[in-house]
C-alpha cells in the first residue's frame, strides 16, 4: 500500500514532536507509534495509541495479590505464572488502538471478535475508494479437499488466469457502477447508503479498533494460527510483531501458552499416560474417534 | 420471500408437536414461533426461541426489591417504574433468539451492537445461494441533501431504471463468476474462502440472534427509529410486532418511555421552563446551536 | 437449608401446572425446575428457566456450516467438533436462569464472572434475613503452608472450637445490632442502606443468575476445579449436575475437554516428545521452572 | 485518609520522571496522575493511566464518518452532536485506570456495572487492613418514608450516638478475631479464604478499576446522581472533577445532555405541547401515574 505523500507527512508530522507524560511508556511501542505497516495490497496496521507496559501487568497482579507476591518472584516468572494459570484480568490491564485498513470480507470476520471497541469508516456518510484486494497469484488457492473450510493447492495456468481476470473486472465494473449512481450530474444521484450495496466483500474498508492485551491475545492465537484464512493471519501476524516489542514478557508467556501450546483431553492424557509407561496405543484402542486421534498425533508424534 | 416447499414443511413440521414445559409461556409468542415473516425481498425474521415473560421482568424485579414491591404495585405499574428510572437487569432476564435473514449490508450495520449471540452462514463453510436485495423502486432514493447520512426524493424515470438495471445486472454477473470460479469441472475450483470476495454486499446471508430484552430494546430504539436506513428499520419493526405479542406491558413501557420519549438537555429544560413561564424563546436566546435548536423545535414544537 | 411451608408450596404450584409450548425441551431439566437444591447450610441453586437443549446447539452449528454438516457426523461428533475447536458461539445459544442464595463471600467471588445477567436482592431496599455461612467442623482448615490461595489441615480441638465460637457469636452480635439500628421502636431507625454495612460477609444473600452455556461452561472450569475455594466449588459442583441432564452431550464433551484436559505449553509439549522418544527429562533439563514442572508432573506423572 | 510516609514516597517517585511519548496527551490529567484524592474516611481515587483526550475522540468519528465532517463543525460542535445522538463508540476510543480504595459494601454496588475491568486485593491471598468505614455524624441518616431506598432526616443524640458505637465495636471485635483466627502462635491458624468471611462490609478493599470513557459516563450519571447512596455518589463526584480536567469537552457534553438533561416519556411531552399551547393540565388529564406526575414535576416545574 503506497502512502499518499499527505499521508506520510501526516505521520511525520505526528511523530516530530514527543511530549513528557508520566504515565507509563513502552520503548518499544513508541518507535511504532503511527508507522503504517503494510498488509495484503492496500491494507495497513498503525498502532494509534496503547496504554500499559509489562509492569502495568505485575503491578495490577499485586493489587490482587498483596505484598507477598514481591519477594517470591521476578517479573518475568510472575507473568508466566499469570498466563499460565489463566489469569486475565491483570492482561486486561493494557489497551492498544489500532488503526486497520481491511478487505470488508475480512472485517466481517474480525469483527466477530466483540470485546473491543469499533469505529469504522461509514459508507453511508462518505464514499469508500476504489481500491479492492487481488490476491497475489501464490494465494489463489482451491478448495481443499480434506478441510470444508481451507484451501489446496495453488490454482495454475488459465485456471488462476481467470480467476484474476473475474476479480479484477467485476471489482471495476461495480466500482464505476458504484460513482455513476452517485454521480450528480444531470442527476439527483442515489444516496450513498444505498450505492454501497452494489461493491464486493473484497473492497476495502478501515477502522480503529481498540482491544484490550487479555482480548487481543485471544484473538491472535485464533487468527494467527496456521489454521486461519491467510487474508486475516497476515494481520495477525503483523500485529504480533508489535505487541511483541510493546509487551515482550506477556508476549513470550503467551508464545509459550497459548501458541505453541495444546489443550489435551482427558482421553489424550490418558493415552499418553499409557504411551509414557510403554504401551503402544493405536486410535482404535485410543477411545477417540479418526478426526480426534489424527489431530492428536499432529500435536505429538 | 416465498419460501420453498422443504421450508413450510419444515415450518410446519415444528409447530405440529407441541410439548409439555414448566416453564413461563407466552400465548402470544407461542404463535409467532418458527413462522417466517416476509422482510425486504428475499428476508425473513423468525422466533426460534424465547426465555420468560412480562412476569418474569416483574419476578426478577421483585428478588431485587423484595417483598415491598408485592403490595404497592401492580405488574405494570411496577414495569414502567422500572423503565422510567432505567433499571435494566430485570429486562435482562428475557431472552429472544431470532432466525434472519438480511442482506451484507444490513447485517454489517446490524452486528455493531455487540451484546448479542450470533451464529452466522458461514460462506467460508458453504455456498450463497443467490439471492440479492433489489430495491422497490419506492425506496430508489436520492442521497439527502441536509443530512449526510440520509435519503432525500426519490429517483425518477430513467434515473431510476439505470439504477435499478445496474444494481441487478452485477448482481448476476458476480455471482455468475462466483460459480465459475468455484467449479470443479475441468478445473480444481477455487477455494470458498477466497471466491466469495467476489459477492456484492447486497447478497444475503442469514444468521441466528440471540439477545436478552433489555438490549434489544436498545437495538430496537435505534433502527426502529425514523432516522434508521429503511433496510434495517423494516427488521425492526417486524421485531417491534413480534416483541409486542411477547411481553405487551414491557413493550408498551417502551414505547411511552423510549420510542416515544426524548431527551432533552439542561439547555433545553431551561428553555422549556421560560416558555411555560410566558417567555417567548428564539435560537439566539436559547443558547442552543442552530442543529440543536432544530431538532428540539421538532420534539415540541 | 429446611424450606418453609410457604416456600415449599409455591414450588409445588410452580410444578403443578404444566403448559404447552412449541419450543425445544430438555427432559431432562424440567425435572429440576423451580426444586431448590440445598448447599452449604443455608444455600440453594434453582433452575428458574432455560433455553435450548444438545439439539438446539446442533442446530445453530448447521445455520452456520450449512448443509455440510448433515451428512458427515451425528449430533455428539458434531458437538464435541465443536469443543475440541473452541466454536463458542453454538453454546452461547442456550441459556440458564439459576435462583442462588449464597454467603456474601461467594457472591463477591462469583460476580467476577461478568457475561452473566444478575439480579440480587437489594439490602439498599429490604431488610436481610438472618442467615449465617458456618462452617462444617471439617471445612475449618488452616493457612495451606505452601499455597498463598489454599487451605491445609483440618483444625482440631479447641481451635476448631474458638473460631467457630468467634464466627457464631459475631454474627449473632451484627445481626442483633443491625434489627437494633433498623429499629422504629423509639426512634426514627437507621436508613437500611446504612445499616447493612455491619453484616459480615458470611451473611446470605441471593440472586437470579443468567448466563449462556458458553460462559457457564467456563465459569465451572474454573469453580468447580479442585483449586477453587470449596464455598463456591460446592455451588458448581451442583450446577454440573443440573447441566449435565439439561444438555448431555454438551456436557460429556465439556468433561472430556475442559474439566477432564489440561493445556500444555510449548515447553511441556517438547519434553513429552522427548520423553516419547526415550529419553529421561527431569527438571533442569526440561527448560521449566519449578513450579511449572510440579505443574507438569502432576498432570502427566 | 492520610497516606503513610511509603506511600506519599512512591507517589512522589512515580511522579518525578516524566518520559517522552509520541501519544496524544492531556495536560490536565498529567497533573492528576498518581495523586491519592480522599474519600470518605480511608478511601481514595487515584489516576494510574489514561489513554486518549477529546481530540481522540473527534478523531475516532473523522474515520467514521470521513473528510466531511473536517469542514463543518469545529471540535466542541462535533464532541456535543455526537453525544446529543448517542453516538457512543467515538467516546469508547478513550480509556481510563483508576485506583479506588473503598468499603466493600460500595464495591458490590459499583461492580454492578460489568463493562470494565477489575483487578481487586484478593483476601483469599492476603491479610486486609484494620480500616472501616464509619460515617460522619451529619450522614447517620434515617431510613426514608417515602423512599424505600433513600435516607431521611439525620439521626440525632443518643440514637445517632448509640448507632456509631455499634458499628465502631462491632468493626473492631470482628477485626480482633480475624486477626485471632488467622494468628499462627500457638495454633495452625484459620486459612485466610476462610477467617476474612467475619469482617463487616464497612471494611475497605482496593482495586484497579479500566474502563472507556462511554461507560465512565454511564457510570457517573448514574452514580454521581442526586439518588445515588451518598457514599458511592462521593466516588463519582471525585472522578467527575477528574474527567473533567481530562476531556473538557466531552464532560462539558456530559454535563448538558445527560447530568442535567432529563428523558420524558411520550405522555409527558404530549401534556408539555398542551401546556405550551396554553392550556393547564394536571395529574388526571395527564394520563400519567401520580409517582410519574410528581417526577415530571420535579423536572419542569
Known sequence: MPLSPDQIAEIEAARATPRLTLRAVSEGMESHLYKAYPVLDH??????????????????????????????????????????????????????????????????????????????YSARYSILDREFYIPEPAQLAAQSVVNNQGRGEVLQGEEAARVLEML???????????????????????????????????????????????????????RADSHAQYEIRVYAEEMCRLVKDWVPLAYGAFEDYRMGGATLSAKALAVLKRRLAGEAVDQESSGMSK????EFIEVLG
Chains 1, 2, 3, 4 share one sequence.
Not at 488503526?99 to 471478535?113: N, T
Not at 442527476?187 to 461493491?199: F, I, K, S, V
Not at 478426526?291 to 489424527?294: A, I, K, L, S, Y
Request: net charge neutral.
Open 43 to 120: 491494507g495497513l496496521v498503525r498502532v494509534i495509541d496503547y496504554m500499559g507496559d509489562d509492569a502495568a501487568i505485575v503491578q495490577a497482579a499485586r493489587v490482587s495479590y498483596g505484598a507477598g507476591t514481591k519477594h517470591v518472584q521476578n517479573d518475568e516468572g510472575l507473568i508466566r505464572y499469570l498466563m499460565r494459570h489463566w489469569h486475565s484480568t491483570p492482561f486486561e490491564m493494557c489497551e492498544i488502538k489500532l488503526h486497520i485498513k481491511l478487505p470488508v470480507f475480512v472485517a466481517r470476520q474480525w469483527i466477530r471478535h466483540r470485546t473491543a471497541n469499533v469505529n469504522e
Open 168 to 222: 479484477k473486472r467485476d471489482a471495476a465494473t461495480s466500482y464505476d457502477h458504484y460513482e455513476e449512481m452517485l454521480s450528480q450530474e444531470g442527476q439527483q444521484g442515489l444516496a450513498r447508503e444505498l450505492a454501497r450495496m452494489n461493491l464486493p466483500m473484497n473492497i476495502y474498508t478501515q477502522w480503529y479498533w481498540k482491544v484490550d492485551l487479555h482480548n487481543l491475545f485471544h484473538f491472535l492465537r485464533l
Open 291 to 294: 478426526g480426534e486421534w489424527r
